[in-house]
């Protein structure tokens, strides 16, 4: 595919997508190239807008080659049933699973997703696991992922059977989910402190959360502000 491509002439565009097809499909199936497998499934399903192809590669990918990043897919098209898989919770809970374990670009927003399908007792025979929940959720927060802290931050602060109230642990993980651009983790910190709910007073600090929370809150609108301008 030398030379650039004029994308404002419909068939040097149609010959360049035609073209990445082919190479990707080459890099798949000849070259038995597991990051190559993923390119067409992606390619099948934004290009082709053929959803079963992708499905069925991605469930191959998966399976076979134990790609992070088509295991991470393959569960979300479980989630709802996308390219005529079955709408299967258990069978997304065990795709996100193994892309969380393997590691890569999607393995922390899977690590995620494990730990909210097993707090919401959405696998398991409907059975919540407050534990496995607490381990994915940490082990996201570990790397980075907001939501996570915040909801580890959530589960300490409510308490549960099995799962006792920390408001220590809870702070702790607010200020993290804070740290990394948590609105409701600066403002969750921010009331803990102002009030002294279960751990030291600390007005000064709660007064830093919450001018944390206004700041990420004016960035926020800002930036909905930018999009729709465009």
Not at 113 to 127: F, I, T
Not at 149 to 160: D, I, K, V, W
Not at 204 to 230: C, P, Q, S, V
Request: a neutral charge; glycine letters at 8%; hydrophobic letters at 35%.
């Amino acid at each position: 595919m030398a030379g650039l491509v004029d994308f404002k002439n419909e068939e040097e565009v149609k010959e360049f997508l035609d073209n990445l097809g082919i190479e990707y499909s080459y890099q798949c199936h000849r070259e038995k190239d597991a990051d190559g497998c993923h390119r067409l499934a992606d390619y099948f399903e934004s290009i082709k807008r053929d959803f079963e192809a992708s499905a069925k590669l991605l469930k191959f990918n998966c399976e076979q080659n134990d790609h992070s990043e088509s295991c991470y897919k393959l569960g979300a098209y479980h989630i709802t049933g996308k390219g005529g898989l079955p709408a299967d919770l258990q069978a997304a809970y065990n795709c996100f699973l193994k892309s969380c374990l393997k590691g890569g670009k999607k393995s922390i927003d899977a690590c995620h997703n494990v730990a909210l399908l097993a707090q919401e007792g959405r696998m398991n025979d409907g059975k919540a696991d407050v534990r496995v929940a607490r381990d994915y959720y940490t082990k996201a927060c570990d790397g980075k992922f907001s939501a996570s802290c915040f909801n580890l931050s959530a589960m300490y602060m409510e308490g549960s059977p099995g799962f006792p109230k920390d408001m220590t642990r809870a702070l702790h993980f607010a200020e993290k989910a804070c740290e990394l651009g948590h609105i409701w983790g600066c403002a969750n910190a921010s009331r803990m402190c102002k009030l002294g709910d279960g751990v030291k007073k600390d007005d000064a600090k709660a007064e830093t959360l919450k001018n944390r929370a206004k700041d990420l809150h004016e960035k926020e609108k800002g930036a909905k502000e930018i999009t729709f301008g465009m």
